[in-house]
Structures are given as structure tokens and as C-alpha cells.
């Protein structure tokens, strides 16, 4: 009988001691701010192309191939489910395409940098054609232009020409609004947001012309300038007021430094600026994608040749993860691997997304696409 109760004693024990641990364990995870990138799995996608925009959004993807101006709509797990491919000359041309976005009901829009932009059918014809008031007066843009988001009926989105403003107007990003927001069922459009007197841009100083980026998380909107490591919060509901600054502070950011003149210029010539390719986010988290850049000591040293040396640009510019948490502040920077080339959307910063692999880096031919499954993991 006394073998039997320290028998039990002894499982009673090792059960509280196991319970213990593992809610420490538990508590420890959910108090931490150090995460991890995981590769849970890929997938590969029967198309090959030079893809440089996409969204994900509810099992759905779409892709832009911009060499043969073609959209191709994925699920998650890597079917081709449709494509379209557009003219690029004529009068039903559709190209340049630097915006591709799912509204929050999962219609897919695509548009340009000067407009206009496009509401697509489920196999990707064209639904409507949304068209803003004035012509725009960009002349320029970046792919993968993460500048147009959907906020209650209408569309935010980065588009100057306003009174025949552009951003190469002088002080433009000190004096002038930065968004509009267009009421689609009207056609009608009205500025928003300014730069806020947080932003080094907002001096009036000359520095490398940013582009600008932003996404929306309910009612608030998260604004960014590629270079400068800082992120920017408004209010939608009061007129688009600035709520605060978020510093970035990353342990590496590469900034040039002011310019003497408007004809001074830094891009790979001198140096490599770090860069801010996206912020997603959700009312708890919000996540940083953004690399160090490369200084001018380091740059001077190398002796590139362009374009030939491009690829080395890789290999000494490292990319990151860094996520911040309404409570808890900044984790730690989360590097990514050289192996992943492109990320275009994470629709919740806690969940898995999809990174487009480089297959030039690893040194695999292949006659598809592949993308790695990944999932940023608090430790």
C-alpha cells in the first residue's frame, strides 16, 4: 500500500512539474519579442515569366509576368487557375502594370503608376475602367508600387498631378499632399495626408527622392518613405491627422546624406540606401520588410561594373524581417535568406505567406515558378 501512494505521489508530481513547464514555456513565448522565419513548405506554379508584382489574399494569387504583359491567377497551392494576356500598343492596351491588388471581398484591380487603374472580372477581362479627374503628372514609377489600398467605398492611392503638381516639383514633399482619395462610384477625388514634421523630407532639405508606399489597417493608415526608416500613422476618420511616428531603428540603415544640389546624386553611384519594400500589418502587429543598404566606404571598395555586377548587390545588402507589437515595442531583426527574392503581400503578420524564390541565386534552371511557404514564429 505505501508503494502505491509514492507511486502516485511520484505521477502527481511529474504531471505539475510537466504543467508548470509547459505554461512557463507558454508564458515566456507570449511575452517574448525575439521571432524567427520559418520555410514550412513550397509550391511550385506551371508558369515561368519575370514576375514583378502580385497580391495574396484568401487562397487566391495573381502575378504579373511584365516581359509578356500577362496576369496569372494562382491558389494556394500553386494551380494555375487562369491567365490574361494584355496588348501593350492599341487602344485596348493595358501595360506597365505596377499595382495589383484584391479588394477586401477578393475582386482583383490592377492599375499603373499615372493611371488609370482597373476592376477585372474572375477570368481577369476587364470589368470596369476606374479613371482619376486629372492626368497625372508622375512620368515614373516603381514595380511593385505598394500604393493603393480600399478604405470603406473608396480608394487610397499615391497619384500626383493635382493643379499640375509633380513629384519633381520643388519642396513637393514638404508643401504638397501626398495621396488621394478617390470615390469610385463619382469620379470624384480629394487630397490627403501630408508628410509629417517627424519625416526628414518634411525640411525642405534635398535628399534621394523617396518613393512612397503605405497599407491601411481599419480606420488608420501606415505611411513610408522607401528610405528613411520610419513609419508614419494617420487617422482616416479625422481628416487624415498624424498620429504618430514609429522609429524603425534598425542596427543598419543606410541613408544618404543631404544632397548640395538638385543635381547631386547618390543612387548607385556612391552607395546603396537601405530600403523599405513593405509594411503589413494588423491592429496587434505590424511588420517591417526592409534591407541595410550598403555604405559608400563599402561600395568604394568593390570596384562594381554595371550591370554585369548587379548580382553582388545581393550578397552584401542584407534583407530583414522586424515586427513591432502595440505592447511590447520592436523584436529583434529577423534576417532573410539570399534564397527568397521577392515577398508582395502578407495578409496577416502572424500567419503564413508566400515569398517568390530566386532561382538565379541558388543556381536552378527550372521551367516553373516556385514560391516558399513561410511563417514569421515568436520564440
Known sequence: MIYRHILIAFLAYSFLSCSSSEKSEKVTSET????????????????????????????????????ANTLIKIDYRGQVLSTKAFPKDGPNSISFISTIKFDPDGNPYIGGHDGPYFELNEDLSVKRKIEMPFASQSFGGLMDAKSFEFWQDKIILYYTGRDEVGPFTENYLRDYFLLEMLNPATGESSPLIRTPETSKFSTGLLYERPSISFTTVENDLLLYFNNEPKIHRFNLLDSGKHIETLDLNPSKFIEAPELKDKYENYGYEKLVEGNIFGVFANQKHLVVHYSE????????????TFPKDFPRLVELNQSYFKMYDAEKGWSNEVPIPKKVKQIFAIENPTDPFFALRNDDYIGEEQDYLTFYKLQLVQK
Open 293 to 304: 543598404g550598403i555604405s559608400e566606404e563599402v561600395f568604394g571598395s568593390q570596384n562594381f
Open 32 to 67: 517574448s519579442t525575439k521571432w524567427e522565419l520559418q520555410v514550412l513548405d513550397s509550391i511550385q506554379v506551371d508558369y515561368m515569366g519575370n514576375i514583378s508584382t502580385g497580391d495574396f489574399r484568401d487562397g487566391m494569387g495573381m502575378l504579373y509576368d511584365y516581359t
